[in-house]
C-alpha cells in the first residue's frame, strides 16, 4: 500500500496517473481472484480510489479504463489549489455543503472516510445471491458506498441471515422527499432478502440538538411514523420504535447503550462529532443510543438472545461517523460489527452544494405539499443551470449535471432509457 501511494504522489502528467491507475486496477482484480485477505484488497482499493481522485483533478475527467487521456487533457486553472482544498465538502451528521455545483465528490468521500465504492462486480453479485434486478439506486450510483457487504452476501449464501436497521431523526412533522430515499432502498433490501427491521426514530436526539420541546418531538416522531409505514415495509417483519419510549422499556436495549457508553471516551466522541465543553452531556452520550440497534439481543422481541446476528444499515453517508464509532466498539463488547451501504445526498431545490432540509421550507418538497405547491416550488426555486437569457435556455436547455429537476428524476424515474432520452433533449 506505501508503495503505492507513494507512485501516486510522484505521478504528475495525465498519462502517468492514467497508467498507474490501469496498473493498480490489474492489481486489484488479481487479488480478488487469488481470493486475497480482505484486509489487502481494502488496501488495493482505496489506493485505486485515491489514484482516480488524483486523475480527475489533473484532467476535470473521471477515469475510464481502455480510455486514455488526451495529450491536452488538462483540467481548468482555477489558481493553486489550498491545502485543505480536500474540507471544501463539508459532510457530517448536522451539516452537508459543498461549493461545486454538481454536489459532494463521493470519489473523495470514499477516500477520506474509509470506505469501499459499490463498483458493478458488488452490483452484480447482489443480483446474483437475489436473483432480482438491482434497484436502480444500486445501477445509478445513488447507494455508492458500502462497509462489509460482501461478508454479509457470503454469509447469506451459507443460509446466515441478518437484519436491517435504519433510521429518522423528526425535526418536523412531515417528512420531505428526500427523507424517502434511505425508506425506499430498505424497503426493496427487506423485499429481496425476506428478512427483519427495525427503524428506529431519534426523537430524543431532536430535543438535544433542535429548539423544540420533547413533547413535540415525540408527536414528530408519530407523525413521521405514519409516513414511514406508508412506505409499504412487511408489517410482520418490521419493528419502529421511538427512543423516548423504548429505552424505558427495553432493559436489554439500555443495557447495550450503557456498554457502549463505556467504551467510548469524552475524547473519542469529541474527536468523531466535533463535541465542545459547552455541548450538554445528553448530546455527548447520545451516539450510543443510536449504535445500539446496531446489535440483535438490544430487541429481544424479535432476535431472543442472540447476540451474533449481523446487521446491515442502509443510511445517508453523513451518518456514518456514528457507525465509525459503532463497528470499533463491537469486537470489544462481544458483537459482529454492522455492515453499511451509504447513500448519496438528496439535494435541495436550489441545487446541489446542499441536502434538502425539513428546517427550510423553501428547500424541500414535503409529503404533505399539494401538487400544486410542489409546481410552484419547482418553478420558483429548482436550480436549473440555464442559459444566459430565456431564448437560450429554451433553445439549448438546461445542464443535466446540475438541474435540479433532472437530478429528481435519477432518484425517482425507474426506467433507464427513458431517463437517457431526458438527458439527452
Known sequence: MTDCQGDGEGAKSAMELYEKLTAQGDKVRALKTAKAEKAEIDAAVQSLLKLKVDYKQVTGQDYKAGCPPSENSVAPDNGPAADDADDEDTVDPWN????????????KLIVRFGSNKIDKELVDRIEKVTGQKPHHFLRRGIFFSHRDMYQVLDAYEKHKSFYLYTGRGPSSEAMH???LIPFIFTKWLQDVFDIPLVIQLTDDEKYLWKDLTLEDCHRFAVENAKDIIACGFDVNKTFIFSDLDYMGASPEFYRNVVKIQKHVTFNQVK???GFTDSDCIGKISFPAI??????????????????DIQCLIPCAIDQDPYFRMTRDVAPRIGYPKPALLHSTFF?????AQTKMSASDANSSIFLTDTPKQIKNKINKHAFSGGKDTVEEHRKHGGNPDVDVSFMYLTFFLEDDEQLEKIRQV
Open 96 to 107: 452537508v455543503s459543498t461549493t461545486s455545483a454538481k454536489g459532494v465528490d463521493y470519489d
Open 271 to 273: 474527536g468523531i462529532f
Open 177 to 179: 422527499v428526500g427523507h
Open 347 to 351: 439535494p435541495a431545490l436550489q441545487g
Open 290 to 307: 443510536q449504535a445500539a440497534p446496531s446489535f440483535s439481543n438490544s430487541f429481544p422481541q424479535i432476535f431472543g438472545s442472540r447476540k
